[in-house]
């Protein structure tokens, strides 16, 4: 079956750590995009990739990075810059095209302590 | 810019009863506009979506939407609910140029009572 896998589901990062979540997909979708979700506040875009060995920022990318290394898979590494790293994160693809569907993986809940 | 907003946070309604919920969009342009599901804990799942056309959207699990272009809104309506749709619902509308992004709404959380 396609579709979007995030692991793990669950991470617990102490303060000052780097974490990285992974993110595949087998849909072969040239796009895909990393979103937070708070409550209350909806999905904001952390970063996006339409294509290989390119990403852009999104609207809260500070203390975040990413690598799109092949078509699959676009991993983001939450590091010790981001003030408030606990959060939904939820891992997208689709076509880079306005019309086209974006599919959502499971979400990695990623607690602080 | 663009926008997109639901006005209501929160929604209870009774099994059976019907359902609409509010979304209004800010756009420059014909807006593409979806709507998702997401179930507590788990990723987001495409309801319906418009693009052009017939102004009256079906979707699955009985859902549809209406395009109203005067009103800015793109309400996502159920003739009857069933327990399971208790979710959290976002309206999103595509964003201007070939990216694919989505800017969405803050959600509303449906909760159904017996």
């Known amino acids: 079956d396609g579709g979007i896998t995030q692991s793990p589901k669950y991470l617990f990062r102490k303060e000052g750590q780097n974490v990285t979540l992974s993110c595949e997909q087998n849909l072969n979708h040239d796009a895909m995009y990393w979103y937070r979700q708070d409550p209350g506040q909806g999905l904001r875009l952390i970063y996006y990739s339409q294509i290989v060995n390119d990403f852009q920022k999104g609207d809260i990318a500070e203390g975040y990075s990413v690598s799109r290394e092949k078509k699959e898979s676009f991993p983001l590494t939450v590091t010790s810059a981001q003030k408030n790293p606990t959060a939904f994160y939820l891992c997208?693809?689709?076509?880079?095209?306005?019309?086209?569907?974006?599919?959502f993986g499971p979400g990695t809940r990623l607690t602080v302590l | 810019a663009q926008s997109v907003t639901q006005p209501d946070i929160h929604i209870t309604v009774s099994e059976g009863a019907s359902l609409e919920l509010r979304c209004n969009y800010s756009y420059g342009a014909t807006p593409y506009l979806f709507w998702y599901v997401q179930s507590p804990g788990q990723g987001l799942q495409l309801l319906l979506k418009y693009f052009s056309g017939d102004t009256l959207v079906q979707g699955i699990k009985g859902f549809e939407a209406e395009f109203k272009r005067s009103q800015s809104s793109f309400n996502l309506r159920k003739p009857s609910v069933h327990w399971s749709d208790a979710a959290e619902y976002f309206c999103a509308v595509g964003a201007l140029g070939n990216t694919g992004k989505l800017i969405f709404g803050q959600g509303t959380t449906l909760q159904v009572k017996p």
């Open positions: 997208a693809s689709s076509s880079p095209k306005r019309a086209d569907t974006q599919y």
